[in-house]
């Protein structure tokens, strides 16, 4: 536990829109049995054998274990970068029947997809935050679509007042040095907003270290921002990412901006899951070859593998084409009827080898292989390709098929 002060919890009531209890929609793509369809309707001709499986009660279930965790501060979706790379096209309803009333984008063009989603599925009155405020844009498009721009700069900030009188939020940078007003400059904004009569509906700043356990950062940061808030009394705050809402509650404030755990990854891996998390995201590909290598024999390109005895390898249809991180080659593994296998050499284009001496009996033509899901998990991945749960995500939902799964029963 940080030894800080905690932020307080603003006593604004809010006001809390009916749940729509609409099934899940599953657009025109293929139903593939077992509840599942297809994301896109695309031809069956043109795809490809690798699957990534989006479980959309899994993260039902997520964003509610993860609300109770935080309450009574708010709990808000993240979708950007298309939901984490999953689909927000699916998952933005999911969150939002789950009792997700505020989402948080990237961008203004992804502010107005989130939109047009979360109406068409009858949540209208859904607040979606844009993180980079207007990036270049007039105010016009956010107000015509209802969006909150998170304003980082006095530009922003006179010409969102200027445009007439509608929501906005303010970021405060306190340590990430990427965007939002300097702790030198929010006093200004402050003033700004006194004058024109105005006052921001949301106070934002963000950790730069939240997922590094006992980081002296995170106290500095939390310090720094419960002394800037002075400066807008009575506006709600939001602080805190996942990692933070599992590890910081004193952080937590009247929001928590809920991303990477609402898609099942542990954002304080190795330390134990404590909101019971479940898998959203699973990869698999088929076995399309078979064979034996002697000893000596090398794999894949510039033979990078070496096999130190006789062994049995699978290859599997699978590759960076496919957003399977090439980098995760050296130490990276799957897994074969819930069996771990190694990865052996390169990761090619639309290629994987690996080494199933240890199961071969269960390795023929056909078999599905796990290279995410329930023994793979996406922190293992990010750790063999030496680099973190968010650009596996993104990487694969940008490139790999997807197939959706629910159970029908109501809860997604």
């Known amino acids: 536990m940080i030894p800080v002060t905690k932020i307080p919890v603003t006593k604004n009531p809010v006001t809390k829109n009916p749940v729509t209890k609409n099934p899940v929609t599953t657009g025109d793509g293929e139903t593939t049995g077992d509840g599942e369809t297809t994301g896109d309707g695309e031809a069956t001709g043109a795809r490809r054998a690798a699957r990534l499986r989006v479980d959309l009660d899994a993260a039902a279930h997520n964003f509610r274990g993860l609300a109770k965790w935080v309450a009574p501060a708010r709990a808000a979706a993240v979708v950007k970068a298309d939901a984490y790379g999953l689909g927000v096209e699916r998952l933005a309803p999911v969150f939002a029947r789950a009792g997700a009333r505020d989402f948080f984008v990237a961008s203004p063009g992804e502010g107005v997809q989130a939109r047009l989603i979360l109406t068409n599925a009858g949540f209208s009155g859904s607040r979606i935050f844009v993180l980079h405020g207007l990036e270049t844009r007039e105010p016009e498009l956010l107000i015509a679509r209802n969006l909150v721009p998170v304003l980082n700069h006095a530009a922003e900030l006179r010409s969102w007042l200027e445009a007439g009188d509608h929501p906005f939020a ?54 720094l921002f419960s002394g800037i808030r002075a400066l807008f009394p009575g506006v709600p705050v939001s602080l805190a990412n996942s ?141 063999a390709a030496g680099t973190i749960p968010y650009e596996v995500l993104t990487s694969l939902g940008a490139q790999c098929f997807r197939v959706y799964a629910a159970t029908g029963n109501g809860e997604a």
Request: negative net charge; charged residues 20%.
């Open 170 to 223: 303010l970021h405060v940078d306190t340590g990430m040095n990427r965007l939002g007003f300097s702790p030198d400059d929010i006093g200004a904004a402050a003033d700004l907003c006194r004058r024109s009569g105005r006052s921001p509906d949301l106070l934002v700043s963000h950790f730069s270290a939240a997922d590094e356990n006992g980081s002296p950062e995170n106290a500095r940061q939390l310090t």
């Open 243 to 383: 990692a933070a809402a599992i590890e910081i509650p004193e952080s937590h404030g009247d929001m928590v901006r809920l991303g990477l755990a609402l898609y099942g990854a542990e954002p304080l891996a190795p330390r134990p899951d404590r909101i019971g998390l479940r898998c959203v995201a699973t990869l698999h590909a088929p076995i399309i070859g078979r064979r034996r290598l002697t000893r000596g024999a090398r794999v894949g390109y510039g033979g990078t593998f070496t096999a130190p005895a006789d062994m049995e390898v699978a290859t599997v249809a699978l590759g960076y084409s496919d957003g399977f991180l090439r980098a995760g080659s050296p130490a990276g593994y799957a897994a074969l009827r819930g069996q771990r296998v190694p990865i052996l050499g390169r990761v090619s284009m639309d290629l994987t080898v690996v080494d199933v001496s240890a199961c071969a009996g269960e390795a023929s033509l056909g078999t599905m292989v796990e290279f995410l899901g329930p023994h793979i998990r996406v922190e293992d991945v990010a750790r």
